[in-house]
């Protein structure tokens, strides 16, 4: 069974200290990874895919890696407007051509001024 | 760009009510979706759809129905409400099974 573990579960950082968050899956064969920041209120909100092991992307303050094992979510110099949870997926099985997302729990990030 | 609605956004229901959360995206996607989020839990799947009139079981579809009778429109209901599907409900969609998918802002159901 596909399974998705982020960490921390909640991180409370200090305007500009820089982090990483972490998923890491337990999946046959990685057929993406996807990275959602979701708000209070609001549904999740599409960051970045990535589909193979040393791929990077890049949005302002965020840029998230890939590995064979995990991806990381670096935040550099983060600002009270990052604080939001941030979500990791993958696709499972192929099942009817529909791979559905496993969602890991979020990280809480809270980015203090 | 409307993206992915949903309909109502809060409701509180009695145990044993029945209802229909709405869902619809004006995206000509063909794939949706229906989760629900809990704390600690994270989103699990309830019911999804890959095109009009094909639909499929998720990870936790007791006690929920769907239909897909249009591309465009996805309702979720509930048979007989009980207090453990208190929850926020997510609808998604997407254009293919490679691709992100696109959420709605949820509807925020009590079940008393």
């Known amino acids: 069974e596909d399974q998705v573990t982020q960490s921390p579960e909640a991180l409370r950082l200090q305007e500009g200290e820089s982090s990483s968050l972490n998923c890491s899956y337990t999946?046959?064969?990685?057929?993406?990874l996807f990275w959602y920041r979701q708000d209070p209120g609001k549904g999740p909100e599409f960051l970045f895919t990535?589909?193979?092991a040393g791929e990077e992307k890049e949005k302002e303050r965020l840029k998230a890696t890939l590995t064979k094992k995990e991806s990381f979510l670096h935040i550099t110099a983060p600002k009270p407007e990052d604080s939001a949870t941030y979500l990791c997926?993958?696709?499972?099985?192929?099942?009817?051509?529909?791979?559905?997302?496993?969602f890991g729990s979020g990280t809480q990030l809270t980015v203090l001024p | 760009n409307a993206g992915v609605t949903q309909t109502p956004k809060f409701q509180v229901l009695k145990t044993g009510q029945s209802m229909t959360l709405q869902c619809a995206q004006d995206?000509?996607?063909?794939?949706m979706s229906w989760y629900r989020q809990d704390p600690g839990m994270g989103l699990r799947l309830i019911h999804y759809?890959?095109?009009?009139?094909?639909?499929d079981q998720g990870e936790v579809p007791n006690g929920y129905n769907v239909s897909r009778s249009t591309t465009e429109d996805f309702p979720l209901r509930l048979l007989s409400a009980a207090p453990s599907q208190t929850s926020v409900y997510f609808c998604?969609?997407?254009?293919?099974?490679?691709?992100?998918?696109?959420f709605g802002d949820g509807t925020r159901l009590s079940i008393l």
């Open positions: 998604a969609s997407r254009t293919a099974s490679n691709q992100p998918q696109h």
């Open positions: 999946v046959s064969g990685l057929r993406g």
């Open positions: 990535l589909y193979s």
């Open positions: 997926a993958v696709p499972g099985p192929s099942s009817g051509s529909a791979r559905q997302l496993t």
């Open positions: 995206m000509n996607h063909e794939y």
């Open positions: 759809s890959v095109g009009a009139g094909i639909t």
